[in-house]
Nanobody, 129 residues
Framework: QVQLVESGGGLVQPGGSLRLSCAASGSTFTVYRFTYYAMGWYRQAPGKQRELVAAITSGSNTNYADSVKGRFTISRDNAKNTVYLQMNSLQPEDTAVYYC??????????????????WGQGTQVTVAS
């Protein structure tokens, strides 16, 4: 139905930048546009719960966790079925596995079977000197 593949993670020094990408594909997009999905980036650090980092709606409204406001920017390219997370001024506390999420639960045009969310496999971001 929907597959999400993240890329762009890696090791970066404090103060550095990374850009994560999440490419969506699958049979759903033969019928429904990528724009119907609200997209989000989450992260999970060792021993901690998964938390929302940033989200962007189908109308491109955005919201961010307080800890990343002013440093991270989420964006989407609907023509490429891709969502991005630009991360600047990275700090060691940003170290985590970052997951992409596609949320179709609010898409009224979807049949019930498609009103669900999907997760990518995650990409590791490590901020260390």
């Amino acid at each position: 139905q929907v597959q999400l593949v993240e890329s762009g993670g890696g090791l970066v020094q404090p103060g550095g930048s990374l850009r994560l990408s999440c490419a969506a594909s699958g049979s759903t997009f033969t019928v429904y546009r990528f724009t119907y999905y609200a997209m989000g980036w989450y992260r999970q650090a060792p021993g901690k719960q998964r938390e929302l980092v940033a989200a962007i709606t189908s109308g491109s409204n955005t919201n961010y966790a307080d800890s990343v406001k002013g440093r991270f920017t989420i964006s989407r390219d609907n023509a490429k079925n891709t969502v991005y997370l630009q991360m600047n001024s990275l700090q060691p506390e940003d170290t985590a596995v970052y997951y992409c999420n596609a949320d179709g639960r609010g898409a009224v045009v979807f049949p019930t079977s498609l009103r669900r969310d999907y997760w990518g496999q995650g990409t590791q971001v490590t901020v260390a000197s």
